[in-house]
């Protein structure tokens, strides 16, 4: 089974769900470098500061500060056995900087799942995406909860990300199309790219995801 995986998809593509779900399938951490920089700016570090001025515009983080997050979190025990990496890396340099990394520690990718979603649908994904501090996750024109603004599973108020607002979301379209997708031809040519119908249901996705990486049936 592959067990070090990276997640490539547009914003909106649904590739953190997926990538969540398949984690706890396969047993090892979700490594999600939006929240772990979203976790720096809950804690108003320089970092996090650092960082919010480029996601508000749509636009990346620098480059070192996502090598300084990513270097120390895979040094942790629980990614020896594996990881998920979702939305890292994000760029050529990033994907350069990232290859040392893993000859620093010996690893290697086994695969990269391309979600590939058609491009109409990202947006109203992004601008109606609302979510619970108990992890559960909306829609709010495709997926409502029952009461407005309120999570079905635990009655708490549902939030919306800053940068989850038409104007950004457009902004972090063409921020993907022009830093990461030549990401889709770099590991095409490393042999790892594993394309992935990311428009059908969310279920049927996970198993084809299971299938590609050869992880166990999904019940
Ligand atoms: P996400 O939660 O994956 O949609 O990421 C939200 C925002 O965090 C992005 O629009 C970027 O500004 C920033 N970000 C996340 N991952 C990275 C990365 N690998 N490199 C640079 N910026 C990132």
Not at 2 to 20: C, D, E, H, M, Y
Not at 193 to 213: C, M, P, R, V
């Amino acid at each position: 089974m592959k067990t070090r995986v990276i997640f490539l998809g547009a914003p909106g593509s649904g590739k953190g769900t997926q990538a969540n779900k398949l984690a706890k399938i396969i047993n090892v951490p979700h490594i999600d470098t939006g929240s772990m920089l979203r976790e720096e700016i809950a804690l108003k570090s320089a970092e996090g500061e650092l960082a919010a001025s480029f996601m508000n515009q749509g636009q990346l983080a620098p480059a070192w500060l996502v090598i300084k997050i990513i270097k120390n979190r895979l040094s942790r025990d629980d990614a020896k056995n594996g990881f998920i990496l979702d939305g890292f890396p994000r760029s050529l340099e990033q994907a350069h900087m990232f290859e040392e990394i893993l000859t620093e520690i010996g690893e290697e990718i086994q695969g990269v799942l391309n979600i590939e979603v058609d491009e109409s649908i990202l947006i109203d994904r992004m601008a109606f995406r609302k979510s619970c501090s108990c992890g559960e996750k909306y829609n709010t024109k495709f997926n409502a909860p029952k009461e407005e603004n309120i999570c079905d599973k635990c009655g708490s108020a549902l939030t919306q990300r800053s940068d989850d607002n038409v104007e950004t979301a457009g902004k972090r379209i063409e921020t993907y199309k022009s830093e990461t997708e030549p990401l889709i031809n770099y590991f095409t040519k490393k042999n790892l790219i594993i394309n992935i119908n990311g428009n059908q249901e969310i279920d049927k996705i996970l198993s084809d995801i299971a299938n590609e990486l050869g992880a166990p049936a999904l019940k």
